[in-house]
């Protein structure tokens, strides 16, 4: 795949299919689009190219809060999702007062036209341009309006993914999703408290504005030195000793090596419980003895 910023001067000549839209965690209404981009795109021995934006278009109509900087994916996973997809151009183009000013007629000429577009495909709620178009703005292309995909009987969507996340209901995101939503970040260190409670931590410090889980304890596997290990993760104040600060931190089964500084991946697979706050370590200890064997069957 290869990622642009959208200009002139760098669109690839060759037929394209087009698909159009944000696209944050790519989730499986997202998905649907792509699975037609690449039915289309054997048809017409076309490339699939996505024009789409780094950031959200919300910050440019809202007033600013650091959510609004926040994806369902860190860069490099919104990257491999793409190709996965079977993307073959990614666009990208800064989302901006003056591109939202642009009417559905405007983004076609100045966008549009400049790719040799072989057919487009959108969302059935795709609309486009200062004016809203829809799809009879495209109506000089083949274009292609995928149907809702729902889950539930309810649209799929990254707001309710997003959602999902927050209310710590990962089961129901991962579902939404597709895949298993992750957590990008640096390993830390922290109080160095847990060895001496028998269960070290990996503290992991996000850098790349990801949405967090509820506070909670949940079953996860952690990919961190090219490997994936099942482990379980906590997310709060370390209530029991009066922590200052949220942690993300996972205890990871079987192993034991020195991994500060290293960039590790973690995987939420289920939601266990939420947090408390005990009288001592001993109580603490037998929870986390029955949170490990939970994780471990899981
Ligand atoms: C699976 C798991 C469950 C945890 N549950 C709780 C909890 O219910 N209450 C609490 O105060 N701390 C909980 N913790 C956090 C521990 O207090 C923390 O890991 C320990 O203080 C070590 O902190 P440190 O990494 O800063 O050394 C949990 C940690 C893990 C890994
Ligand atoms: N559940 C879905 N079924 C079919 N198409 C969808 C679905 N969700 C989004 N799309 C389409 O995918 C493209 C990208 O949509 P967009 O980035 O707005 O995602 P979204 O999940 O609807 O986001 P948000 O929750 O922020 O509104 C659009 O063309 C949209 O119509």
């Not at 190709?83 to 073959?88: I, P, Y």
């Not at 901006?96 to 057919?119: M, P, R, W």
């Not at 083949?142 to 707001?159: H, L, N, R």
């Not at 209901?169 to 957590?183: F, P």
Request: hydrophobic fraction near 40%; aromatic fraction near 12%.
């Amino acid at each position: 795949m290869k990622v642009n910023q959208f200009s002139e001067q760098n669109l690839d000549a060759a037929p394209t299919i087009l698909v159009l839209g944000y696209f944050d965690g790519l989730h499986r209404g997202h998905q649907a689009l792509f699975d037609k981009a690449r039915e289309l795109a054997v048809e017409k021995n076309a490339s699939i190219s996505v024009l789409t934006f780094p950031e959200s278009p919300i910050l440019v109509f809202k007033k600013f809060n650091e959510d609004l900087l926040k994806h369902l994916t860190s860069p490099n996973k919104r990257l491999a999702l793409f190709e996965e997809n079977g993307v073959d151009f990614l666009y990208l183009t800064d989302f901006t007062s003056h591109f939202a000013k642009l009417t559905s007629h405007d983004f076609v000429q100045k966008y549009v036209k400049k790719l040799n577009i072989a057919a487009i495909v959108v969302g059935f709620d795709y609309q486009f341009g200062s004016d809203h178009g829809d799809l009879t703005q495209l109506s000089d292309y083949e274009s292609y309006q995928i149907a809702q995909v729902s889950d539930a009987g309810e649209k799929i969507s990254s707001t309710r993914v997003r959602q999902a996340i927050l209310d710590g209901d990962v089961s129901l995101a991962n579902h939404l999703l597709g895949y298993d939503y992750e957590v990008t970040g640096l390993v830390v260190h922290g109080e160095a408290r847990g060895r001496t409670i028998g269960y070290p931590t990996a503290n992991i410090e996000s850098k790349n504005y990801q949405y967090l889980p509820a506070i909670g304890v949940y079953v996860v596997d952690i990919e961190v030195l090219g490997t994936r290990y099942r482990g379980m993760a906590s997310i709060g104040y370390n209530d029991t000793f009066g922590g200052q600060h949220q942690t993300l931190e996972v205890n990871i089964f079987d192993f034991r090596d020195e991994i500060y500084g290293e960039t590790a991946t973690v995987y939420f697979l289920k939601r266990i419980r939420g947090m408390i706050k005990f009288d001592g370590v001993e109580g603490l200890i037998a929870q986390m003895d029955s949170d490990e064997k939970i994780s471990r069957e899981y």
